[in-house]
């Protein structure tokens, strides 16, 4: 990492209480999380690695910029295991274009370091392929929920809730979709759930953009009378930002693998998350790096 001053937040990663409990069951390994005694949960958010089983970064497809996948995704990883979150989300298009068995196989080799340590948990983009992944990584860590054709999975990080959503629709073709089934399990599990502050997870942009998510009306209908959903969480874009709607927070994760502009950094966020709010500091390892060490306080809606 960067040679920085230290801050509160690196001086509660050394001083805090136990992260993460580590229990190995016969031979797999799984972690429970448990809040710190500053009442926080601390995670890497990272979203679009695009990593493809044949990494050629000396030919970067055209309108690409700061193209290197795998070893753009080694960067981050070393700088992720470097602050010792209490675990890792990658937010979709975890394979680069149709979601080939070897992209998985080599997503795989490159997180092993990372998974021996913290939970990594993985959201489904549109240049993913369902089975493949499956196939690559048949055990995740939190609960997996029994929606039909689609990747839930809820994690629950004291003093919150994060639930991962499924937006992949077709495969290697721009747009997502929740669809009905994804969308009355969710209505369902928020309207009967407890009140722990939620987040949401889910790869495509929140527009009206053809490219988007297609059912975002609909999910923000869901969502906007549930005051405990606070936040929703994607990439996609490759691009870096934050807005709201309806007072829930929408916080766009720069890509990893590449950007598509010159002027968006490649990176990944760490989250400092509280019952109140959160504290979301950008790490640039490519492309424009101004806002290299942002933090972005949001606050809860309430």
């Given at each position: 990492m960067n040679n920085k001053p230290i801050n509160r937040r690196q001086f509660l990663r050394t001083g805090a209480g136990l992260a993460i409990s580590v229990i190995t069951v016969g031979a797999r390994k799984t972690f429970a999380l448990n809040a710190n005694e500053n009442n926080s949960t601390r995670w890497a958010l990272l979203a679009?690695?695009?990593?493809?089983?044949?990494?050629?970064?000396?030919?970067?497809?055209?309108?690409?910029?700061?193209?290197?996948?795998?070893?753009n995704l080694k960067k981050v990883l070393s700088e992720v295991l470097a602050a010792s979150p209490q675990g890792a989300i990658i937010a979709g298009d975890l394979a680069r274009l149709t979601g080939e068995p070897g992209d998985y196989a080599a997503l795989k080799k490159i997180l092993s370091p990372a998974v021996e340590k913290i939970p990594v948990c993985m959201a489904l983009g549109n240049h993913d392929h369902r089975r493949h992944?499956?196939?690559?990584?048949?055990?995740?860590?939190?609960?997996?929920?029994?929606?039909?054709?689609?990747?839930?999975?809820?994690?629950?990080?004291?003093?919150?809730?994060?639930?991962?959503?499924?937006?992949?629709f077709i495969v290697d073709e721009a747009a997502g979709l929740l669809g009905r089934a994804q969308r009355r399990w969710l209505e369902q599990y928020l309207k009967n759930s407890d009140n722990t502050p939620t987040i949401l997870?889910?790869?495509?942009?929140?527009?009206?953009?053809?490219?988007?998510?297609?059912?975002?009306?609909?999910?923000?209908?869901?969502?906007?009378?549930?005051?405990?959903?606070k936040a929703i969480i994607y990439g996609h874009s490759?691009?870096?930002?934050?807005?709201?709607?309806?007072?829930?927070?929408?916080?766009?994760?720069?890509a990893v693998g590449y950007s598509f502009r010159a002027n968006q950094p490649v990176g990944w966020v760490e989250a400092e998350i509280t019952t109140g709010g959160g504290d979301f500091t950008l790490h640039v390892i490519d492309g424009n790096k101004e806002k290299d060490g942002q933090v972005k306080m949001l606050k809860w809606r309430t």
């Open positions: 679009d690695t695009h990593i493809q089983s044949v990494d050629d970064h000396n030919h970067p497809p055209e309108g690409h910029y700061f193209y290197n996948p795998q070893a992944y499956y196939q690559a990584f048949p055990d995740c860590p939190g609960q997996k929920q029994s929606v039909r054709n689609k990747h839930v999975i809820i994690l629950e990080a004291p003093p919150v809730r994060l639930i991962l959503l499924d937006s992949l997870i889910v790869h495509h942009t929140l527009n009206d953009s053809d490219s988007s998510l297609l059912d975002v009306p609909r999910l923000y209908n869901i969502i906007e009378p549930l005051l405990k959903v490759h691009r870096y930002g934050y807005s709201e709607h309806e007072g829930i927070h929408l916080i766009n994760l720069p």
